[in-house]
């Protein structure tokens, strides 16, 4: 068994841009730091003998990644008609509107807020542009805005932020909440169980060849820290700071702050479960 394979997930190892599927081609996007992981892997999705293409999450507003977009799509054959958001974040979505100058494409997204055009992104949405099936999987928790996209000829899920193909994701509160995450989670769970999903897509980081292991893990990290949570304010770390400082003291001190994100929301949850006082 390799490194990789023993991992969570089952990780293909380097983050590259290139085919990931038959039908989904990375693009990443040139901003990696201790938050984005390797970058933000732009998708470019499609049926094989189609001439069309929707890109998901154009990334940042980085000049030189989007007409790198555009060309990777030229260089397949494929003309861009279509640009979807996994969710807001400037990472994911900043260069969405330039990416719509270059390409003359509609934005859909759940936020009205980030659209471009009339259409908006629900549950139940199925995208069918050239051929291609993408249906609108809603998983909010790392933000209230937050969605993932089915491709189930390929037995694919784009995740954007709510599972990543390296370490684990922030529940962004007050926008993200812990239960909604779970939820979420459970969803994912369900398209590996009883749609044969095997492959994640993430927004960052490598592809995951092994999604039902990978949500597994998810479900399990979030049971753990929420435990340690529950402990570390029964013995008196009552603060988010406090409780972060003592749960994630393994932990990059650059990433506390995010941690803080997701300690907010566990409290949260804690305290509408009746387990700790508000």
Request: aromatic content about 4%; proline content about 6%.
């Amino acid at each position: 068994m390799t490194e990789a394979a023993a991992l969570p997930g089952q990780p293909r190892g380097l983050v590259v841009s290139g085919p990931a599927t038959d039908r989904a081609v990375n693009v990443l996007a040139p901003n990696a730091d201790a938050m984005t992981l390797d970058g933000t892997n732009t998708w470019i999705v499609s049926e094989p003998d189609s001439a069309l293409a929707v890109v998901i999450d154009p990334g940042p507003l980085d000049e030189g990644h989007l007409q790198n977009v555009v060309a990777t799509a030229g260089r397949l054959g494929k003309r861009v008609a279509l640009t979807l958001l996994t969710h807001g974040h400037p990472d994911h979505a900043e260069g969405a509107g330039r990416f719509a100058e270059l390409t003359g494409t509609k934005v859909r997204a759940l936020d009205p807020a980030l659209r471009l055009g009339d259409e908006g992104l629900g549950a139940g949405d199925v995208v069918t542009t050239g051929g291609l099936e993408l249906r609108v999987v809603p998983t909010p928790g790392h933000t209230a805005d937050s969605l993932s996209f089915h491709l189930p000829a390929d037995q694919a899920v784009l995740t954007g932020d709510t599972i990543l193909g390296r370490g684990t994701t922030v529940v962004a509160h007050p926008d993200g909440r812990l239960g909604d995450y779970l939820d979420s989670l459970r969803r994912l769970r369900s398209l590996t169980v009883d749609d044969g999903v095997h492959t994640v897509l993430p927004g960052h980081g490598p592809v995951l060849d092994d999604a039902q292991g990978a949500v597994e893990f998810y479900l399990a990290h979030r049971a753990h820290r929420l435990a340690q949570v529950e402990t570390a304010v029964e013995n008196g770390h009552v603060t988010p700071a406090d409780v972060v400082a003592h749960v994630y003291a393994d932990v990059d001190r650059s990433l506390w702050p995010a941690a803080e994100l997701s300690v907010r929301a566990q409290l949260e949850y804690l305290g509408e479960h009746g387990l700790i006082e508000g």
